[in-house]
T-cell receptor
């Protein structure tokens, strides 16, 4: 059974720092991995989608990498800003499901201090 | 980009009533829709997967008689929480996808049962 874990569970950093969020999954048989942002009481905002054949994706200050064989992904946020404060979720789509459903990680609650 | 609309965004009702939540794909035909539940400070847990015109597939531990899912058209899926009780209070999020394209998520419905 696929399990997705995110470390750290919570993170508080001063503005301007570069930071790394970690996601690990137990089964490497995945279609893709996606990183989301969730603000309190809100839905999900898609940040980056990495297909299983890809190694990384970049969007602005965000860079996500994928090492499928070791079951790991990292989300790198450069020059963090208070507006980046949110919960970050990673999700994998296991190939064994046949339906492209997502298994979500436990999330990292990020607070960037001004 | 693709838009998924979820309605209502917030509902409060008395214990014992049934509540229907709608999930619509506004600009694409969703062959598959997913329903997730999120308890406070926890991650999203998949409840069920529904394909247009067929019965939903429920995850282990989710009562199908309690959470009725209908996916009658390629743009609409509904989740009905029957005889809702306070323990059903949660944040419910739907997502939709066409073929093997990425999932697009709704903004969620906050359900509070008094």
């Amino acid at each position: 059974k696929q399990e997705v874990t995110q470390i750290p569970a919570a993170l508080s950093v001063p503005e301007g720092e570069n930071l790394v969020l970690n996601c690990s999954f137990t089964d490497s048989a995945i279609y893709n991995l996606q990183w989301f942002r969730q603000d309190p009481g809100k839905g999900l905002t898609s940040l980056l989608l990495i297909q299983s054949s890809q190694r990384e994706q970049t969007s602005g200050r965000l860079n996500a990498s994928l090492d499928k064989s070791s079951g790991r992904s990292t989300l790198y946020i450069a020059a963090s800003q208070p507006g980046d404060s949110a919960t970050y979720l990673c999700a994998v789509s296991p190939t064994t499901s046949g339906t492209y459903k997502y298994i979500f990680g436990t999330g990292t609650r990020l607070k960037v201090l001004a | 980009g693709a838009v998924v609309s979820q309605h209502p965004s917030w509902v409060i009702c008395k214990s014992g009533t049934s509540v229907k939540i709608e999930c619509r794909s506004l600009d694409f035909q969703a062959t598959t829709m997913f329903w997730y539940r999120q308890f406070p400070k926890q991650s999203l847990m998949l409840m069920a997967t529904s394909n247009e015109g067929s019965k939903a597939t429920y995850e282990q531990g989710v009562e199908k008689d309690k959470f009725l899912i209908n996916h009658a058209s390629l743009t609409l899926s509904t989740l009905t929480v029957t005889s809702a009780h306070p323990e059903d209070s949660s944040f419910y999020i739907c997502s939709a996808r066409a073929g093997n394209q990425p999932q697009h998520f709704g903004d969620g419905t906050r359900l509070s049962i008094l």
